[in-house]
C-alpha cells in the first residue's frame, strides 16, 4: 500500500504568480489578473528634446493578490537619426508609475560618438527593466517602492533626445535588409513589454 | 480534525508551462516532455548571404495547453569592418516572422571596435483562428510535433563586415582572439 505522501506529494509551487508577455501589435493577453491589450506599432518614432511617451511601452497593469514585486521589462530598438553628428543618438529614458517619474529606473543609451560626418550608423536592440517592490510601508514611487498595488496602474516609458540639432534619436527603426534600405514592414521592429509577478 | 483539502490544498501555479534555456554548446535541456540539444556555436565571420546561427535553432514540441511561445535568443555581434553592419531573420519551420527582424550597427569608425549583444525576441500567439507566419501567429493545429525556430543572419557589404560569437579582447589583450562568446536559447510556453 502506498504512503498517503505518494499519493498526494507536497504541491510544487516557485514565486511567480504570473507572466504576462507580448508583442506591442494589438494582440490581447488573457492572465489571471485579467485581459490586456497591447500597443499596436506601425512604424518609427523620432524623438526630439521633450519627453514623449514611447509607442508600445504603456500598459495598465493589476498585479494578482499575494503580489510582492513586480517586474516591468520594455525591449526596444533604438537608433541615432542625427546625420550631422555621426551615429551616437543620444537619448534618455524615464519610466512612469500612474503619471509618476520612478527616478531610480532612468536611463541615457547612446551609440559611440565617431565624429561628425553622416555615417549615423549605431543601432541596436536595448531594453529597460525594473523591479517594484509592493512591500513598502508606504508608497515612493521615485524609488519604485509601493505599499501593495491592487488596481489598475499605468506604466511606461518616456524619452527625449539629448539635444538638438545634434545627437538625435529614433526609435523602433531599422536602418538595413538585404544590403540595401529596408522598405514597409521591414523599416521597424515592434516592441515587446514582459511583465512577471513574484510572490 | 482539519478538512482533507486543508492539508491538501491544490497545487498552486501560474501560466509558465516550461522554460527551456540553454547556451550554444551542444547541451542537452531537459524539459517537461522533452530535451533538447543545443547547438554548438564557435566565432565565426559572417558573409553577404544569410546563414544559420549556431545555437539557435530548436525544434520544439509545445506542451498541452500553450497559449504563447516566447523565444529569446541572445547573441554576441562584432564589427569587422566600420560599424559591422547587421542583419537578423527568425524563422519558423522554414518561413520568416517579418515582423521579428531587425539590424544592428555600431557607430561608424575605422577602428570597428563596436562589440554588442544582439537580442532577437518574439512571442508566437496561438490563440488565432488561422497562421500568419509573417507575424509570428501560428493556428494550435499548425504546430503539431516539433516545429524549427532559428535565426538566420548576414553583413549588409563586404564594406560592412561583421562577426558572431566573437570576443576581441580578454584579460587586457586581443593576443589569441578569437575568443568565443556562447549565445543563449531560451523559449519559454505560456498557458
Not at chain 2, 547587421?86 to 539590424?103: I, K, M, P, Q
Request: glycine fraction near 8%; include cysteine.
Amino acid at each position: 500500500m502506498s504512503n498517503l505522501t505518494d499519493l498526494f506529494p507536497a504541491p510544487t509551487s516557485n514565486s511567480i504568480l504570473e507572466t504576462l508577455v507580448g508583442v506591442a501589435d494589438g494582440r490581447s493577453v488573457t492572465v489571471s489578473s485579467g485581459t490586456y491589450t497591447f500597443s499596436n506599432v506601425t512604424g518609427v518614432q523620432n524623438l526630439n528634446t521633450s519627453y514623449a511617451d514611447i509607442t508600445g511601452s504603456s500598459i495598465s497593469y493589476t498585479p494578482p493578490a499575494e503580489t510582492k514585486y513586480v517586474s516591468y521589462k520594455f525591449s526596444y530598438k533604438s537608433d541615432s537619426r542625427d546625420i550631422n553628428y555621426g551615429s551616437s543618438g543620444i537619448h534618455t529614458l524615464a519610466l512612469y508609475l500612474d503619471g509618476t517619474r520612478v527616478a531610480r529606473a532612468n536611463k541615457s543609451i547612446a551609440g559611440n560618438y565617431s565624429g561628425s560626418h553622416s555615417n549615423n550608423h549605431a543601432t541596436f536592440t536595448q531594453y529597460i527593466e525594473f523591479v517594484f517592490d509592493l512591500t513598502a510601508g508606504s508608497d515612493d514611487i521615485a524609488n519604485g517602492k509601493l505599499a501593495g498595488w491592487t488596481s489598475a496602474k499605468v506604466i511606461k516609458v518616456m524619452a527625449r533626445d539629448h539635444g538638438s540639432p545634434y545627437y538625435r534619436a529614433t526609435i523602433h527603426r531599422n536602418t538595413a535588409r538585404n544590403g540595401t534600405n529596408p522598405s514597409g514592414e521591414f523599416t521597424y521592429l515592434q516592441p515587446m513589454i514582459k511583465i512577471t509577478a513574484f510572490k | 480534525m482539519s478538512n482533507f483539502t486543508d492539508l491538501f490544498p491544490a497545487v498552486s501555479s501560474n501560466n509558465t508551462l516550461e522554460m527551456i534555456c540553454g547556451i550554444g554548446d551542444g547541451r542537452t535541456v531537459y524539459g517537461v516532455n522533452n530535451s533538447y540539444t543545443m547547438g554548438t556555436a564557435s566565432a565565426i565571420s559572417l558573409t553577404t548571404s544569410y546563414q544559420d546561427i549556431q545555437g539557435s535553432s530548436i525544434d520544439y514540441i509545445l506542451p498541452d495547453g500553450t497559449n504563447y511561445v516566447h523565444y529569446a535568443y541572445i547573441v554576441k555581434w562584432a564589427a569587422h569592418d566600420y560599424s559591422g553592419i547587421c542583419e537578423w531573420r527568425l524563422y519558423f519551420d522554414g518561413n520568416e516572422v517579418n515582423s521579428a527582424y531587425t539590424n544592428n550597427a555600431s557607430s561608424y569608425g575605422s577602428s570597428n571596435h563596436g562589440h554588442h549583444l544582439v537580442y532577437i525576441n518574439w512571442v508566437f500567439d496561438l490563440t488565432v483562428s488561422s497562421t500568419d507566419y509573417t507575424d509570428g501567429k501560428i493556428l494550435k493545429s499548425d504546430w503539431v510535433g516539433a516545429k524549427n525556430i532559428k535565426v538566420m543572419a548576414r553583413e549588409y557589404s563586404s564594406n560592412y563586415e561583421a562577426r558572431a560569437h566573437w570576443n576581441t579582447w580578454r584579460d587586457g589583450t586581443s593576443s589569441g582572439h578569437p575568443f568565443l562568446d556562447v549565445p543563449l536559447l531560451t523559449v519559454t510556453a505560456y498557458s
